[in-house]
């Protein structure tokens, strides 16, 4: 909103390159709620004027900028921003036991409280699957957990908290499986550099995860906010060689494929070069 007020008036052409619809748009609380219909009125001002184009991750965030009223022709989809295939090359998998890691804000929307309640459900059945978390909190977010409360769950048996993490190419050289059992996202780079590194992956099923998990092919699907479900996909990927193996080893190719920097930098160059026109 602030980028396109400030081209108001002036003889450009200005790209909204969404992420996500965002706590706004994701959230139950009664902040949102109120927000929701103002934030979406100025969106539908701003965003149908001539020279405007918003840039969208999914096909499901796709269809909720048009129900929020943006016009079609102002709309384009380029599935993120890309991973550096050449760079993050797939890994062997690390001794046992089965590690299972997080990458992302420590946020509720991003899944992290039920994600604990799964590694704790494992734990009670004595499962010896391990839980790295690779993220901080983010203040500004209210959705966001403390610092306090990453700490007590680094305490935890059998969860390691590492919080900022600069080398992810070595974090997923230390993980068998990647998890991200998200409320919604654009597209999740964390489970883009995961796949491109051989990992499988377990994700909740909702916008923007499930462009990157196809269930039974790159990794499982569970329905959102599930322990029990979450819980039960980690077993099973934590039993079976074989499966993260070929879910991993075909995570890898759609990534490559389809994800890669330089294909997603081609279709950017594109649409900027199509507005300079």
């Given at each position: 909103m602030?980028?396109?007020l400030?081209?108001?008036?002036?003889?450009?052409?200005?790209v909204?390159?969404?992420?996500?619809l965002?706590?706004?748009?994701?959230s139950?609380?009664?902040?949102a709620r109120?927000?929701?219909?103002i934030v979406?009125?100025l969106l539908?001002?701003?965003?149908?004027?001539?020279?405007?184009?918003?840039?969208v991750?999914?096909p499901?965030d796709?269809?909720?900028v048009?129900r929020?009223?943006i016009?079609?022709?102002?709309?384009?989809?380029i599935?993120?921003?890309?991973?550096d295939v050449?760079v993050?090359?797939?890994?062997?998998?690390?001794?046992d036991?089965?590690?299972?890691a997080f990458?992302?804000?420590?946020?509720a929307?991003?899944g992290?409280h039920?994600?604990?309640?799964?590694q704790r459900?494992l734990r009670?059945?004595g499962?010896?699957v391990?839980l790295l978390?690779?993220g901080?909190?983010d203040?500004?977010?209210?959705?966001?957990?403390?610092?306090q409360?990453?700490?007590a769950?680094g305490?935890e048996?059998?969860i390691t908290?590492?919080?900022?993490v600069?080398?992810?190419?070595?974090?997923?050289?230390?993980?068998h499986?990647?998890?991200?059992p998200s409320?919604?996202e654009?597209?999740?780079?964390s489970l883009l550099e995961?796949?491109?590194?051989?990992?499988?992956?377990i994700?909740a099923?909702v916008?923007g995860c499930?462009?990157?998990?196809?269930?039974?092919?790159?990794g499982l699907?569970?329905p959102?906010?599930?322990a029990?479900?979450?819980?039960?996909a980690i077993?099973?990927l934590a039993?079976?060689t074989?499966?993260?193996?070929?879910?991993?080893?075909?995570?890898?190719?759609?990534?490559?494929?389809?994800?890669?920097?330089?294909?997603?930098g081609?279709?950017?160059?594109?649409?900027?070069?199509?507005?300079?026109r």
């Amino acid at each position: 909103m602030l980028g396109s007020l400030a081209a108001l008036g002036r003889p450009v052409s200005c790209v909204s390159a969404l992420t996500g619809l965002g706590y706004t748009f994701t959230s139950g609380g009664t902040k949102a709620r109120l927000l929701r219909p103002i934030v979406g009125a100025l969106l539908r001002l701003l965003l149908n004027r001539p020279g405007q184009c918003v840039l969208v991750q999914n096909p499901d965030d796709r269809d909720g900028v048009l129900r929020l009223g943006i016009a079609a022709e102002n709309i384009v989809l380029i599935p993120g921003s890309g991973v550096d295939v050449d760079v993050l090359q797939p890994k062997p998998e690390p001794p046992d036991p089965p590690v299972v890691a997080f990458v992302g804000r420590l946020l509720a929307d991003k899944g992290i409280h039920t994600l604990i309640r799964a590694q704790r459900l494992l734990r009670q059945r004595g499962s010896d699957v391990k839980l790295l978390i690779a993220g901080t909190p983010d203040p500004a977010n209210p959705a966001s957990a403390n610092e306090q409360d990453a700490a007590a769950w680094g305490r935890e048996p059998g969860i390691t908290w590492l919080g900022h993490v600069s080398d992810i190419g070595a974090l997923w050289a230390r993980a068998h499986i990647a998890v991200l059992p998200s409320r919604r996202e654009g597209m999740p780079k964390s489970l883009l550099e995961a796949a491109a590194c051989g990992r499988p992956m377990i994700a909740a099923d909702v916008p923007g995860c499930r462009e990157i998990v196809h269930h039974g092919e790159t990794g499982l699907l569970v329905p959102v906010d599930d322990a029990q479900a979450l819980a039960a996909a980690i077993e099973s990927l934590a039993k079976s060689t074989e499966l993260r193996a070929r879910y991993g080893n075909a995570a890898r190719r759609l990534v490559a494929d389809r994800y890669s920097a330089a294909t997603i930098g081609r279709q950017t160059v594109d649409l900027y070069r199509s507005l300079v026109r």
